[in-house]
C-alpha cells in the first residue's frame, strides 16, 4: 500500500506560478512511474505530466513549456513546477502513482488561478 500527500496548492493570479509536492510513504518509491493528473469542474481526469522510473518525461500539450515534473528519490517525493498559469489550469490536482499493476492517488489539492 502506497500513501501520496499533496501539498502546495492555492489560489495564484494568472502569470503567477506554483510548486506542487507530493510525498509518498513507500521505500521503492525509485522504481515508481509518478505523475499529476488534473480535474476542472464538469470536465474529465486528465494527464498534466508523467516520469518514469527512468526519467523520461510526458507533458500534456497544453502545459509544454510551462510545467516541470521532476523527482527526489532520496525524500521520495515528486514535484510540479507550475509556471504562467492561466485561468484554465485551475482544477484539482492528483498525485499518481504505478508500478506492476497497482495505481494509487492521492487526495487532490486545489489550484485556482485567478485575479
Known amino acids: 500500500q502506497v500513501t501520496l500527500a499533496e501539498s502546495g496548492g492555492g489560489l495564484v493570479q494568472p502569470g503567477g506560478s506554483l510548486r506542487l509536492s507530493c510525498a509518498a510513504s513507500t521505500g521503492i518509491f525509485s522504481t515508481y512511474t509518478m505523475a499529476w493528473y488534473r480535474q476542472a469542474p464538469g470536465e474529465q481526469r486528465e494527464l498534466v505530466a508523467r516520469i518514469f522510473s527512468g526519467g523520461s518525461l510526458n507533458y500534456a500539450d497544453s502545459v509544454k513549456g510551462r510545467f516541470t515534473i521532476s523527482r527526489d528519490n532520496a525524500k521520495k517525493t515528486v514535484y510540479l513546477q507550475m509556471n504562467s498559469l492561466k485561468p484554465e489550469d485551475t482544477a484539482v490536482y492528483y498525485c499518481?502513482?504505478?508500478?506492476?499493476?497497482?495505481?494509487?492517488w492521492g487526495q487532490g489539492t486545489q489550484v485556482t488561478v485567478s485575479s
Open positions: 499518481y502513482a504505478y508500478r506492476s499493476g497497482y495505481t494509487y
